[in-house]
């Protein structure tokens, strides 16, 4: 009767929170058992005992058509590689409201240790928006209170402490990009399912609102007795720390417990029945479904863990946050069009690799562009520009899409664009600026403008290049060495300069 005493006392802060005792959790799993979709129907009673007591969480179906099995779709574009039990396969079907089940609920826990997600983040937003568009619903946690307390795992080193105000500043910019996502996530979806459906089966929440009323003595009694010392030594992210010079704080040697019982929290209280991560949170992840089942006893499988393979780069190393170069998601730190031009950029042999993990394209179609890459002819680029299109449209929407295309073409070497102020807008954070007053620039020489700029080391290297027809006034040639600047080249409080194809400076007219 331990665990019923443990699981009220840690549930009953959080307002939303239904606790059910453990005979009654029993009694329901007992009556699950004699059924085919025992799973579906746990959560059902769970959803039931939720609405008697007054939650406010609903299930709603979404209208869809169709019977995709989420786990097979994930195995067949390289976004699957383990499961913490094969049963999730047989309750991963499509969600139909017909069915008389309940959707999956599903939760991806992201860690707020930068100011922004980056590319390889992007693979559990993925995952979870794949069982979205199969009909799931699905959590995005952010990890307010764990990354209190840094994830050991695949790191050599401990991680740095932060302090709060970077946690919350973190926490902010990270919650942006997730919400940011799949909101357009939401509004791509009208083939399938309808965004205001989609909006709904999507939530995120923050770990610091339960992990802050919970107190040691309650944690280390009611859970802490649960965890087993040689189970947590022998996981992946303890054994290759303790085996270091530096060790391990018990501090992060704690760390897998946090988001074991994350998972049990989420179970209980949200009806959550499945964490993803990448392969490195393995032992994580199955600190949950230990903790769920050492608790909660049930019988059988109730809650799933599933990992995807990290993504690599073409060398073999992992897109991360720690190196030069960081393949940001959030457009503060890494504009739409630099984005873009990363996609665009990838050489062929990741092309397709990226197309199948990191886009919605159906396989078909990416079939189709692998063998147009390869036949004869073929114009060069074709299969990047689609991709880039597709990852900056999921990540940036339609907007930051149509600013990487347009950026992309004011910045194409030797473009002749008219430039409007969207188009100098969009590439205002991408191209080198200065700034002048309007009266120091109305009437001067575009010569002494551009040397003033920076753009050349003398008026004489501005002159030469002006003959050869290298010097650019807001994209358009410029061929006589007396144009001055006048009022209607000021375009929006902006000049563009460009030397030769690549050279270019904005002048900001203050
Ligand atoms: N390349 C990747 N592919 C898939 N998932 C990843 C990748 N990188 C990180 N993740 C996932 O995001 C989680 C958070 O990443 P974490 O902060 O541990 O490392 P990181 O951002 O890769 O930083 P670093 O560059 O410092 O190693 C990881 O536990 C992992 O599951
Ligand atoms: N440990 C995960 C983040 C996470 C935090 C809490 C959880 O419950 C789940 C996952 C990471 O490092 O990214």
């Known amino acids: 009767m331990a665990a019923v005493a443990a699981t009220t006392v840690l549930c009953s802060s959080h307002q ?15 009556q699950c058992n004699s059924t085919k979709n025992h799973v579906f129907f746990f959560v059902r009673c769970l959803h039931s005992a939720q609405q008697q007591q007054g939650s406010t969480s609903t299930i709603r179906p979404p209208e869809t058509i169709g019977r995709l099995n989420v786990i097979d779709i994930l195995e067949k574009r390289g976004l699957l590689e383990s499961l913490t039990s094969d049963n999730l396969r047989s309750v991963s079907s499509f969600y139909n409201s017909d069915d008389n089940t309940n959707p999956l609920r599903v939760y991806c826990g992201f860690d707020p240790t930068a100011e922004s997600l980056h590319l390889g983040n992007l693979l559990g937003i993925i995952v979870l928006s794949w069982f979205q568009r199969c ?48 909101t357009n996530n939401c509004n791509l979806s009208s083939t399938s399912t309808s965004a205001s459906l989609l909006s709904s089966s999507f939530v995120v929440m923050n770990n610091y609102d339960w992990w802050k009323e919970i107190r040691l003595l309650d944690f280390l009694k009611q859970v802490g007795r649960y965890a087993r010392i040689g189970t947590m030594i022998a996981k992946e992210s303890v054994k290759k720390r303790l085996e270091s010079e530096q060790g391990m704080s018990y501090t992060e040697f704690t760390y897998q417990l946090l988001q074991g019982y994350d998972f049990l929290y989420l179970f209980q209280n949200e009806s959550v029945n499945v964490q993803i991560g990448g392969s490195d949170q393995w032992g994580n992840i199955t600190a949950g479904t230990e903790l769920i089942r050492k608790i909660l006893q049930p019988e059988g499988d109730v809650a799933y863990g599933l990992t995807f393979p990290l993504l690599l780069k073409s060398d073999g190393t992992k897109f991360g946050k720690s190196e030069d170069g960081a393949i940001w998601l959030s457009p503060s730190m890494l504009s739409p069009y630099k984005f873009y031009q990363y996609f665009f950029s990838v050489p062929d042999a990741d092309a397709i690799r990226f197309l199948t993990m990191l886009t919605f394209l159906d396989v078909k179609e990416i079939d189709e562009l692998e063998n147009q890459m390869k036949s004869p002819g073929y114009v060069p680029n074709i299969v990047q520009r689609k991709l880039a299109e597709e990852v900056t449209r999921f990540v940036h929407g339609e907007d930051g899409l149509n600013e990487a295309l347009k950026a992309t073409e004011a910045l194409r070497p030797g473009a002749q664009t008219k430039l409007d102020w969207k188009a100098i807008e969009c590439i205002a954070g991408d191209v080198p600026s200065c700034s002048f007053a309007y009266d120091q620039v109305l009437n001067l020489s575009l010569v002494d403008l551009s040397v003033s700029a920076g753009l050349f080391d003398s008026k004489s290297a501005a002159r030469r290049l002006l003959k050869q027809g290298g010097l650019y006034l807001n994209n358009s040639r410029v061929d006589t060495e007396s144009k001055r600047i006048e009022p209607e080249d000021i375009v929006d409080g902006i000049v563009l300069l460009s030397a030769g194809k690549k050279n270019k400076v904005i002048v900001r007219i203050a």
Do not use: M, Q, W, Y
Not at 19 to 25: A, G, K, Q, T, V
Not at 140 to 149: C, E, K, N, P, S
């Open 16 to 30: 939303k929170s239904f606790f059910f005792s453990l005979s009654r959790s029993r009694r329901l799993l007992k």
């Open 135 to 182: 009909g799931h619903k699905v959590v995005a946690l952010i990890g307010g209170a764990t990354a209190r307390i840094g994830d050991p795992s695949g790191k050599s080193l401990e991680r740095p402490d932060l302090d709060v105000n970077t946690l919350e500043k973190n926490t902010l910019g990270i919650t942006s990009t997730i919400s940011r996502i799949f």
